[in-house]
Each structure stands twice: as C-alpha cells, then as structure tokens.
C-alpha cells in the first residue's frame, strides 16, 4: 500500500511537471504579465509581498512578483508546498512558531517571513501548478473573509491567463481567439474589482487617470468619466489639493509607492477621510507602465482617533498636574518638620525630575509639544540638565549618537541621570563654578554605553558604603533598564560608565 501511495504521488508529480514545462515560463515572468495581479492581491491583503508561483519538480518559481526581485526559491523551502493540496487559501499566521517553518531559513533569516496565504491555482484538469500567495513580516490574525474570496478569484485570474499565455504560444494563428480570453480575462479582473469595498483606480505610466471601479462613482456621485484625467482632483478637499498632487507627483518621479491621507467629497456633499495608496506595474526593462491604486474610506476611524488623542492628552496633563501636587505636599510637609527638610527636598527633587521625563515623552497638542524629539535620548538629557545651567551656559554638554526612547525607558533614565546630577552639584564637578561634566553616547551593536565624566571638581575619592542615591542609580539602570554601571574614582572627577541593551529604550529599538 505504502509503495503505491509512493508510485501515484510521483506519477501526480510528473504529471504536473509536464503541464508546468508547457508554459513559457520565463516570457511569463519577463514580461510581467501577472504583476498586476500580484500588486492587486498586495493591496487587497496589505502585505509586502505577493507573488504567483508555479512548482516544478526542485524549484518554486516566481512568475508574477510585488515586493521582491528574487525568480523563485528552492522548492525545500517553499511555503506554497504546503498548499498545493488545499481546496480553499491556506493561511500561516504565525511561522516562527509553526513547527514545519520554525528553521526554515526564509523564517530565521533575510526577510524573516511572519505570515502566509496561498490560494492554490488549480486546472480544470485537477492539477495544482502552483499558488497566489501573500507574505508579510509580522505575524498577523488571519484574512478576512472577503480577503480570503479576494485571494481565491485573483488565482484563478491569473490562472486564466496563463491558460491564455499557452493557447497564444501553441497557436499563434488563432490570435483572435487569444485576445478575446485576454478580454474576458480583464473583464473578470474588472468584476472582482467591482465587488470590492474599497475604491479601486488605476493610472498610465504619465499619472492619467483611465479606470475607477463601481465603488468610486458610488462615494463620489460623480458622473462615470467625469474624473478621468486630472478631474479627480476637483473632488479632494480644497486644503488637501496642493499636498495631495505633491504627494503624487513625486511618485510618479521616483517611481516610490504612494501612499497619503486625505479628505474626497462624498455624493452628499460631506468631505470624509479615506487612505489612498498605489503601487506601480513595471515591465521587463523596469519602466512603469501603469499605476493601480486603492482608496479605502477611514472616516471613522480618524475621528476616534481624534478622540482618543484628545483623551489622551488630557489624561497625561493631569499625570503631570499630579507630579506637580505630590512635588508640593513634600515641600509643605518639610516646612512643618525641618529635621526631614534635606530628606524632603531630595525627594521634591526626584519627584520633579520625573514630571519633567514624564512631560517631555507624553502625548501633546501642537501648542505643547517640546522642541526636541520626544523619541530623543539626547532631548530627554537636555531638558533634565536644563537647570544646572547658568548664565546661559551649559555646565553638562552632551555629544555623541543620539537613541530612540519612549515612555518606558525615561523613569529610569530621569531618576539616574537625576541623581548623577544631584550628586555632582553636591560633592563633584558641579559643585565649583567651573566645573563640567561631559556626556557622551556610543551605541554599539546591540548595547548603547553612556559615559558621564567630571572635570574641574574638588578630589573625589571612592565612598566607603552605598548611599540611597547610588541605590537608586543600581536600580534604574541594572534593575529597570536590564544595564550595568561601571564608577571610577578619578582624582580629576568621577568617571561612570552606563551600558544599557538598546531594546530596552524603546519598543521601536
């Protein structure tokens, strides 16, 4: 039994090995015939890569292609295998943690795939020559139903038309034949087109708008035609016009994706918010020859996301307010206890270190947002060194690469960096008028070593003990940012060194 399962899978192989050597692959693939469809199924599913494969006996190959130049992949490491059995898309939502894919060097390394999708692209005759599938870089919940529909119509597109492709290669004389597959094939494209929820358009290589799908002229009102050309524009809100052609017209110079979002006036006359994006068709030499595009309406997705900005900031300010109130209870608490009045004017000044780390990465309106990147290791330093100034100098320079930060990682960089200061102004550098401190960031392959160096200062000498401050340096960056700290006791100053992973400044590092 086992042996004639064995015999049957190598006749099906051969078998479709043989349809496969019928198709001009190669004049297929250079000439672009099915990139269209592949920048279709990219937009349709948001992905970065789509491609159409065809499976031959040790290689997968690459017939249509949105979002590499690679002609295909050994078949050993191919994820269409996996779908050429299937009846409807299979989807691979999560392959590091697929144990069929997890060292597939695809996963582990170059484009270090997270997720796909593959329709199977199945003959009439009941062979599977291959698949439409999508990829992307990060793991992702699955297609949505009309995705999924999306993907199935769009293989057998493209199907069609290597069907057509065959038919013209094997009778050149029946060209007529030919060209009206080829138009019914357009026509199918047209309908799935139709079917779909967003508006779809496309572009000649000049930027001249020739084709919009049923859902255009739905939003809009307009008359059909009435916005080919350049009319589209006559239906973009006044203020988004100059940006939006600005937007466009340097995708058609660079050749770049296009991508803006803008307001279109809606048939009852109310301008809604939509994205818009587009991807260009080139040919064998490179050339553009058409863009197609996608307009999806996201009118109320932005207002809720107005909202929750406005919810946002005004929750932080009062984050802030309360810094400001806590920062004041101490001061007044020390006035009636002088004994705790250091202890309390420490504290005060910790808790205010923190409202400032707090202010500078918190959302913001337009009016209070701080002049330096709120990303920015060195915005962050600066606005924390802005009281050791004087006389409008700056008494802790700063220099070196600069590293993205966020809300996670400025509490415990305040309250170091807090108490390196409080320290020097006490006891260092900062405690003689012409003493300095240098700050100095180095980033190093996946660390970053901050180094704060004194000069100028009385002599330091090493500490018997630990203090509180010292402590809480220990926490912040070994504790919290997962770093170590290094100290030398120089005689011209003190000398630390704080090397810290780079992802722990910020989800984005």
């Not at 691979?92 to 593959?118: C, E, H, K, S």
Request: glycine residues 10%.
């Amino acid at each position: 039994m086992i042996a004639t399962a064995l015999q049957d899978a190598d006749t099906t192989g051969t078998r479709r090995d043989h349809v496969v050597a019928s198709y001009d692959v190669s004049g297929i693939r250079e000439g672009g015939t099915l990139d269209d469809i592949t920048g279709f199924a990219a937009a349709l599913c948001e992905t970065p890569v789509a491609l159409v494969t065809l499976i031959r006996d040790d290689m997968q190959e690459f017939l249509g292609r949105t979002g590499t130049d690679l002609p295909g992949t050994p078949r050993a490491i191919s994820f269409c295998e996996h779908a050429l059995d299937a009846t409807d898309v299979v989807e691979f939502t999560d392959l590091p943690g697929d144990p069929r894919f997890a060292d597939n060097p695809l996963v582990t390394g170059g484009p270090q795939l997270r997720f796909y999708a593959g329709a199977p692209m199945r003959g009439d005759d009941g062979q599977t020559l291959g698949t439409l599938c999508v990829l992307d870089t990060v793991a992702r919940g699955g297609l949505t139903p009309l995705q999924r529909q999306g993907m199935a119509v769009l293989a057998q597109a493209a199907l069609a038309r290597l069907d057509i492709r065959r038919a013209v290669q094997r009778a050149q004389v029946q060209g007529s034949d030919a060209r009206r597959a080829l138009t019914d094939s357009e026509q199918r494209f047209r309908t799935l087109a139709d079917t779909m929820p967003q508006m779809v358009w496309s572009t000649l290589a000049d930027g001249f708008h020739d084709y919009y799908n049923a859902r255009w002229y739905e939003f809009t009102g307009a008359p059909a035609g009435t916005t080919d050309g350049e009319g589209w524009n006559d239906v973009f809100h006044p203020d988004d016009q100059a940006r939006a052609w600005t937007v466009w017209r340097h995708s058609l110079h660079t050749g770049e994706p296009y991508q803006i979002e803008y307001r279109l006036r809606h048939f009852d006359g109310v301008y809604r918010w939509v994205l818009g994006r587009a991807l260009p068709i080139r040919d064998d030499t490179g050339a553009i020859t058409r863009w197609f595009g996608t307009c999806t309406d996201i009118h109320e997705q932005k207002l809720a996301m107005e909202e929750r900005e406005v919810i946002s900031q005004e929750l932080s300010h009062r984050i802030k307010n309360i810094f400001a109130v806590i920062a004041g209870l101490v001061a007044f608490s020390a006035r009636a206890r002088p004994e705790f009045r250091e202890v309390a004017e420490d504290l005060r000044n910790r808790i205010t270190a923190l409202g400032r780390a707090h202010d500078f990465v918190r959302p913001h309106s337009a009016a209070s947002r701080p002049e330096a990147r709120q990303d920015s290791l060195h915005g962050l330093l600066a606005e924390l060194f802005a009281a050791y100034g004087e006389d409008g100098t700056d008494r802790i320079a700063i220099d070196g690469d600069d590293v993205l930060i966020d809300d996670r990682s400025a509490t415990p960089l305040a309250l170091l960096f807090h108490e390196l200061a409080t320290n020097a102004t006490k006891y260092g550098a900062l405690a003689n008028p012409d003493g300095q401190v240098a700050v100095t960031v180095s980033r190093n392959g996946d660390a970053t070593a901050i180094g704060w160096v004194e000069r100028g200062g009385p002599a330091v000498e090493r500490p018997t003990r630990a203090g509180f401050g010292s402590q809480l340096i220990e926490m912040s960056a070994v504790r919290q940012l997962g770093g170590m700290v290094t100290r030398d006791w120089r005689t011209g100053g003190l000398a630390v060194t704080i090397t810290v992973p780079n992802a722990a400044f910020s989800r984005a590092g």
